[in-house]
């Protein structure tokens, strides 16, 4: 696991990186709400491109959970 700050955020997220053969699953956790997604990838990607992807789909998730206006 690893930590990092979202990146134009504060926002805390905690990485997970399960290999899987020719392939890994990368889990996005949002420290502050709990809030988790879940990628899998070519294992030969970088791992900063696997993160940037399931930052990305954290960030979308929450964004279509925010309460309206």
């Known amino acids: 696991m690893r ?7 504060r ?5 997970e990186f399960v290999p899987r053969g020719a392939y890994v699953k990368v889990s996005a956790i949002d420290e502050a ?4 997604v879940s990628i899998v990838g070519d294992a030969r990607v970088t791992q900063a491109d696997l993160e940037r992807i399931a930052r990305r789909k954290l960030e979308k998730t929450l964004a ?3 309460p309206a206006r």
């Open 64 to 66: 279509g959970n925010k």
């Open 3 to 9: 930590r990092a700050q979202g990146k134009g955020s």
């Open 33 to 36: 709400t709990g809030t988790e």
């Open 11 to 15: 926002r805390g997220i905690i990485y």
